[in-house]
T-cell receptor
């Protein structure tokens, strides 16, 4: 399957600081990427859809000013968690389709964020 | 609210047995269905997808889809301890503002014991 690379895999930060997570499509161009969050023992919840060259579309209940998404190129989307709090500690995962007409989505390795 | 329901388990089967995982969904217009495997601490890995009614086989995995009943299942034959993981059912939403997005079930924990 297509390769989606996410970095970093783990990050620990202090409350009030910001953290940036990168998601790259390594062998294909992705006009759309998706950002999910997964709390322990829960399923994946879609946070936002990242669109290359335009604003991200956020799901209901997700604060766009807190979770900043930038999709500056066809191979890179970034998620910045601003002013992080302990309740933001979670597993953040991005995904992308290697073909806009293809219905399959592939996931990055995920980023374990711990806010202390 | 588009929903995907799975039995959270845990489902425990002996090595070599058939594991049967089930999923129901609420969006009748959905056309695309996926099974992901997620090991603890890792991100989901796509193992099967199915778009048409009936069965689809890939190695030890068989996905079954019944759109009339809004039901999709995954069978794992000759289960191995390495199959022990959480299996996530995902449905691609059909239309409206949710078009193209995936909705995930809560996952079924499968344990295959030697």
């Amino acid at each position: 399957g297509a390769v989606v690379s996410q970095h970093p895999s783990r990050v620990i930060c202090k409350s009030g600081t910001s953290v940036k997570i990168e998601c790259r499509s390594l062998d294909f161009q992705a006009t759309t990427m998706f950002w999910y969050r997964q709390f322990p023992k829960q399923s994946l919840m879609l946070m936002a859809t990242s669109n290359e060259g335009s604003k991200a579309t956020y799901e209901q209940g997700v604060e766009k000013d807190k979770f900043l998404i930038n999709h500056a190129s066809l191979t890179l989307s970034t998620l910045t968690v601003t002013s992080a709090h302990p309740e933001d500690s979670s597993f953040y995962i991005c995904s992308a389709r290697d073909n806009p007409r293809d219905r399959k989505a592939f996931f990055g390795q995920g980023t374990r964020l711990t806010v202390v | 609210q588009k929903e995907v329901e799975q039995n959270s388990g845990p489902l425990s089967v002996p090595e070599g047995a058939i594991a049967s995982l089930n999923c129901t969904y609420s969006d009748r217009g959905s056309q695309s269905f996926f099974w992901y495997r997620q090991y603890s601490g890792k991100s989901p890995e796509l193992i099967m997808f199915i778009y048409s009614n009936g069965d689809k086989e890939d190695g030890r995995f068989t996905a079954q889809l019944n759109k009339a009943s809004q039901y999709v299942s995954l069978l794992i034959r000759d289960s191995q301890p390495s199959d022990s993981a959480t299996y996530l059912c995902a449905v691609r939403n059909a239309g409206g503002t949710s078009y193209g997005k995936l909705t995930f079930g809560q996952g079924t924990i499968l344990t295959v014991h030697p």
